[in-house]
């Protein structure tokens, strides 16, 4: 390899622990939002579920456009992490296939595997972090605009 192609190289190496931080980071929010969700589901269920929506128009009033930006605001960070996990998992996937490739051409099997093992336990985890956070997403963003629905029929809206 040249420098340049060298320096490509390193450059991308130094991205595996960051990225490989921010997927556990994703999954540990996902989990997280989970089980939030699920005890939300509980309360919704028993009829106990006081509603964060309703309780901000009787706080703060504002149109229905303000709380339609407030659910936007309330659930980004699900919409953030259930877009860029997989993108994530492909980097985490992709950076430890050079060195893969090259322990091929080496003929060793435990620089394949070692680097291999790193790659798709990645790209799972990911993957993984990225279909909780969409499934919570897609539930909690039809409660949350059914009430908004309802606050609307009301008339509590000005």
Known sequence: MNALETSLYELTRIFLVPVLLLILAALVYAFFALGSFVMEGWQRRRGRYQSALAARQAAHGGTSDDLELWIMQRLEWLRVTSRS??????????????????????????????????????VILALVASSISFFVLTVRRRWLLQELRAIERAGEMR
């Open 85 to 122: 996990a997989p993108m994530l998992g492909l980097v985490a996937t992709m950076i430890p296939m050079g060195p893969a490739l090259l322990a091929l051409t080496e003929s060793d099997a435990q620089g394949i595997g070692n680097n291999l093992v790193v790659a798709f336990s990645a």
